[in-house]
């Protein structure tokens, strides 16, 4: 995954490191908590091999941290859940600061009345 130059110039090399897969991958769906990923999406998104997303999503899964409903995968709506698992807190606090904090507004008012096409042929 790719950092903005700011991210990169003030933020420790300690705090760099400790953001894992999982990390990584929980702050995106986090960041799109009302949206469902196929595990190809998030790597492309997140910019991880495949494998390694795969194998962080099966891991969030075990912790409850995600949900996964057939090749669909989400963030956990538990929110208790999610604010103890410390991963959270430090993706979170990385990708609002990359991207902004998320405006709900703002997203729903420039959201599609209609699904996609491709969620219409998979139902």
């Excluded at 409850?64 to 859940?81: F, I, N």
């Excluded at 008012?109 to 139902?123: G, I, L, N, T, Y």
Aim: no cysteine.
């Amino acid at each position: 995954m790719s950092i903005d130059r700011d991210t990169f110039e003030n933020t420790s090399e300690d705090e760099l490191a400790d953001l894992s897969v999982p990390d990584q991958v929980l702050g995106f769906l986090a960041a799109s908590e009302d949206r469902a990923f196929k595990a190809r999406e998030i790597a492309s998104q997140i910019g991880v091999d495949e494998g390694a997303v795969s194998t962080a999503l099966s891991r969030l899964k075990g912790r409850g941290l995600v949900e996964h409903k057939a090749t669909y995968w989400a963030v956990t709506d538990d929110t208790e859940r999610l604010n103890e698992y410390s991963g959270y807190e430090r993706a979170t606090a990385l990708f609002n600061d990359q991207l902004g904090a998320e405006d709900k507004e703002s997203w729903r008012k420039h959201a599609p009345s209609e699904p996609h096409p491709s969620v219409e042929d998979e139902q």
